[in-house]
């Protein structure tokens, strides 16, 4: 997409970096390849096991560091929880203790 809007090449295909030390991207510390990683990431979201995504090929280390990665950031993938008003304490849209 940034090629086909233009974007210069030099940004482009710069790694991704948070630039707090130099020479270091974002990809080495994540461990992995962004590639394997999201290989990896797709299967898990199609619903895969981490054996199934083993016995695929995939190595062990790599499945379950991005299996970590993901159970360690499902709170980014939820929106925040909102009061709700009603007229009423527990109706339709009450929220038990584990929403949230």
């Known amino acids: 997409l940034a090629r ?4 210069p ?3 482009v295909d ?4 948070a630039d707090l030390i130099r020479g ?5 510390d994540l461990g ?3 590639l394997q990683a999201d290989k990896i990431l797709n299967r898990l ?5 981490v054996d199934d995504i083993i016995a695929a090929g995939y190595p062990r280390a790599e499945v379950e560091l991005v299996k970590r990665r993901v159970d360690a950031t499902h709170w ?3 929106l925040a929880t909102t009061a709700l008003i009603s007229t009423t304490a527990i109706n ?9």
């Open 9 to 11: 090449d030099v940004i």
């Open 92 to 100: 339709e849209f009450y929220l038990r203790p584990v929403d949230y």
């Open 45 to 49: 979201l199609m619903g895969y096991s």
């Open 4 to 7: 086909h809007l233009g974007v």
């Open 76 to 78: 980014k993938r939820h």
């Open 24 to 28: 270091q991207t974002d990809e080495e």
């Open 32 to 34: 992995i390849s962004y």
């Open 14 to 17: 710069k790694p991704a970096t």
